[in-house]
């Protein structure tokens, strides 16, 4: 088994930032159960808080720059698919961040090294820290070559969640955006059950039930999807020069 410097070492060249400062990387590698354990404070979370803001900016800065022609709504679309959970654990995986984590026992006996949160959550950690390493621009072009990785994905790759494809059919037709409303609570504080309807220009177009708000919601949309995927209903034919059977 390659020691740690050969990890790290083939993390940076995969991610594309040679550290100056290893202990950044170190800290962006490290999960909250591995330094309770190890007795230290310091773990990905807040340099995450730092790498997330980072790659809305830049992000949003790539997108304004690449697509002159878009609307703001069809941007934020974009963005959205760009920096979700799904898309970031897909590139954390293609340049194996979990081999360089830093898990406690329990968290390495749950699977931590292949969650998709804690991989999309360590990604971004990183780019925090390419930051505070090396500054602005660095950190940018780390980002743009996850942004480029990603973007090149087919739109049905990019684990898009019903509530942003909702999104994205009703703004291609015009309509205004979906409303959701909880209309219903079951169960106890610990285990609550949520029903959400969605309603599209003030009709109801579909109802979603969950063990979360955000559950429910995608559940509510994907019921919209399939209202909007059915053929309209074909008005009945009238025949011309025959009575109506139901008449007299």
Known sequence: MADRGEILAGLEARLGHQFRNRELLDEALTHRSWASEAG?????????????????????????ELHAD???????????????EDALARYAAKIAIGEGLRL???????????K???????????????????????????VRTYLESASELPL?????DPKSTLQEQIQARGWPLP????????????DKVFTVEVRLRGALA?????RTKKGAEQAAAGGA?????????????????KPDPSSG
């Not at 230290?40 to 304004?64: C, K, M, N, P, Q």
């Not at 999309?120 to 621009?137: I, K, P, R, S, T």
């Not at 049905?156 to 898009?160: G, K, N």
Request: glycine share 12%; net charge negative.
């Open 206 to 210: 579909g109802r979603g039930i969950g």
């Open 40 to 64: 230290i404070s310091t773990h990905y979370e807040r340099i995450e808080f730092l790498g997330d803001s980072l790659l809305g900016l830049v992000t949003a800065d790539w997108l304004f």
């Open 116 to 142: 998709a949160s804690l991989l999309a959550d360590v990604l971004e950690a990183l780019f925090g820290a390419v930051y505070l390493d090396a500054g602005f621009a660095a950190a940018r072009e780390v």
């Open 156 to 160: 049905e790759q990019r684990a898009v």
């Open 70 to 84: 878009r609307a703001e709504g069809e941007l934020s679309l974009l963005k959205s698919m760009l920096v979700n």
């Open 179 to 190: 409303v959701y409303s909880v209309v219903e609570e079951s169960g106890p504080d610990h």
């Open 225 to 241: 999807l399939a209202e909007l995927d059915s053929p309209p209903a074909e008005p009945p034919v009238e025949l011309e020069g």
């Open 104 to 114: 406690g026992a329990g968290e390495e006996r749950s699977g931590g090294r292949f």
